[in-house]
């Protein structure tokens, strides 16, 4: 992760998990981030996507996280009976570090982007997540 970022927030990481990257690109959503599954007038179920610019990592949300550090990407279908995300290209060719079929990558979130009324969790590449919690040198979302 970029240098320089506070490791003060250690303590607050709640969730950090790893799924694989399957055909297509799809990655299992799981459960403890349906929550973040709503509902488009127009894709029926689905998830927004952001790129954090400080951090260089993608992020899936509810609702669009405002501030100058992040970039939306826009939506991808939540899809049944899979339960699978597909991260948009774009956000894939940007993240520090890779996004290929068969890789593995870790979702991240503290207890307040969980809990926030814009709920939302980092999907870390290998590279960013594989040193494990301990080593993280990322800060969660901040909410404006």
């Known amino acids: 992760m970029k240098a320089g970022s506070s490791l003060e927030y250690e303590d607050e990481w709640r969730l950090f998990r ?8 799809k990655v299992n959503l799981i459960d403890e981030l349906n929550h973040l599954v709503f509902e488009d007038e127009l894709r029926g179920k689905s998830v927004r996507w952001s790129y954090d610019k400080l951090e260089q990592a993608a ?18 279908a939540y899809q049944l009976p899979s339960g699978q995300v597909t991260p948009p290209e774009p956000i ?10 068969g890789d593995t990558v870790y979702f991240l979130a503290s207890e307040n982007m969980l809990e926030s009324d814009t ?17 993280l040198d990322i800060e969660p979302v901040q909410y404006v």
Do not use: H
Request: aromatic letters at 8%; zero cysteines.
């Open 18 to 25: 790893s799924v694989s990257i399957r055909t297509n690109y």
């Open 59 to 76: 992020i899936l949300s509810n609702k669009s996280i405002e501030g100058g550090r992040y970039v939306e990407f826009g939506k991808s």
């Open 92 to 101: 894939r060719e940007k993240v520090e570090g890779e996004m290929e079929v």
């Open 119 to 135: 709920a939302s969790a980092f999907l870390l590449t290998s590279e960013q997540g594989m040193e494990g919690l301990e080593a």
